[in-house]
């Protein structure tokens, strides 16, 4: 399967066309960004770890049962997807308050959630990606209310599955963002990527930020703490 055309480049990733219609490449850069684009920097190595860590958490959600567009990894930094319409959401699954959460409702960050929440954001960088509830969701026809249950059910199943995986890791689910894509046909899948640029992971014990926290908030580089979630993920398969 070959390479073709450039169809989408965001802020780590470009997605590539291949020479089979409903499969496209995604190649993870070695780029950081945070605030909406504002902080951005080259971090050589992140590339192929986030590819590497999100094809492992995609194969674990596959073998668990999760629909998603995943196929498979082909290369250090590249993986082959199927081609879906991405919902403009931001589906956010929270465990803890932490983030946005804990400054909006001044909660403090760590405190358990009495149960997970669920939360959609606006995909739309103009508009910094508003916080919306179901009846915008409806409103905006984003999605309809058969597809806002099968969402919710699909990022509630992700979580179940992620939080009692890295809890064997040692590794705390704090929160963390999933896109939806919808096929031709009109099913949904779990889209995008799942890594510690897109989850809050807590080391267990000592509650060490094992994610893209570090680079927001400026605690150290980012590619030691990356590559120990990836080592606790390969620890675990190599039991087996
Ligand atoms: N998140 C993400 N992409 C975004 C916004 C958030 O992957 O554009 C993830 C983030 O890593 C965290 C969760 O979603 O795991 C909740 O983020 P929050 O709303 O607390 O926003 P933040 O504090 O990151 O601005």
Redesign the pocket.
């Known amino acids: 399967m070959e390479k073709k055309d450039l169809l989408y480049e965001g802020k780590a990733k470009k997605l590539y066309q291949t020479t089979e219609e409903n499969v496209i490449l995604a190649e993870y850069m070695d780029q950081a960004t945070a605030l909406?684009g504002q902080k951005k920097d080259t971090v050589l190595g992140k590339g192929a770890m986030n590819n590497q860590i999100t094809s492992l958490v995609f194969e674990k959600l596959k073998a668990a049962g999760v629909p998603s567009h995943f196929i498979r990894k082909i290369s250090k930094t590249e993986q082959l997807i199927e081609k879906v319409e991405i919902i403009p959401l931001?589906v956010?699954v929270?465990n803890y308050a932490?983030?946005?959460?804990?400054?909006r409702l001044g909660i403090e960050e760590g405190t358990p959630l009495a149960f997970p929440i669920v939360?959609f954001?606006y995909k739309d960088d103009q508009l910094n990606?508003p916080f919306i509830n179901d009846s915008h969701v409806l409103v905006l026809n984003i999605a309809n209310n058969e597809e806002i249950h099968q969402i919710k059910s699909l990022a509630l199943k992700v979580n179940e599955i992620l939080s009692a995986w890295f809890k064997t890791l040692d590794i705390q689910l704090?929160?963390?963002?999933i896109e939806i894509g919808r096929t031709k046909e009109g099913n949904l899948l779990l889209a995008d990527e799942i890594s510690p640029?897109?989850?809050?992971l807590w080391d267990n014990t000592t509650h060490e930020h094992l994610?893209?926290d570090i680079y927001?908030r400026d605690l150290g580089d980012l590619i030691p703490v990356y590559q120990e979630v990836l080592r606790r993920i390969q620890n675990e398969q190599n039991k087996k």
Do not use: L, P
């Open positions: 909406n931001e956010v929270r932490a983030g946005s959460f804990s400054k939360e954001y990606d704090i929160d963390f963002k640029d897109t989850c809050r994610d893209k927001r």
